[in-house]
Nanobody
Framework: EVQLVESGGGLVQAGGSLRLSCAASGFTLDDYAIGWFRQAPGKEREGVSCISRRRGSSYYADSVKGRFTISKDNAKNTVYLQMNSLKPEDTAVYYC???????????????WGQGTQVTVSS
């Protein structure tokens, strides 16, 4: 069974940093690409970053390029999202998701974590 568990969210001031973790079980990171999505109140879920399954190629939304870094530790079967220079508009529930290949389209993804709240105060 594919399971994803996010952690690392919290409250931080603008300009601060957080590192989110997505612990995977039931599969290895060579089997699936892992993406990070976020959803703010009243807004649609949007793709933030993704790391491919074998090559570990990384992709970022324009809104986070240069501030967020995705990485993975195959030994721990965990994907990380390092978020620096956080802005109030980054406030959202962050979800990780597993899919055959990287995509920023959330509609076709079946495997999601439960989400972790990130709140950035101004």
């Amino acid at each position: 069974e594919v399971q994803l568990v996010e952690s690392g969210g919290g409250l931080v001031q603008a300009g601060g940093s957080l590192r989110l973790s997505c612990a995977a079980s039931g599969f290895t990171l060579d089997d699936y690409a892992i993406g990070w999505f976020r959803q703010a109140p009243g807004k649609e879920r949007e793709g933030v970053s993704c790391i491919s399954r074998r090559r570990g190629s990384s992709y970022y939304a324009d809104s986070v390029k240069g501030r967020f870094t995705i990485s993975k530790d195959n030994a721990k079967n965990t994907v990380y999202l390092q978020m620096n220079s956080l802005k109030p508009e980054d406030t959202a529930v962050y979800y990780c998701a597993a899919h055959a290949r990287c995509t920023f389209y959330s509609g076709g993804i079946d495997s999601w974590g439960q989400g972790t709240q990130v709140t950035v105060s101004s």
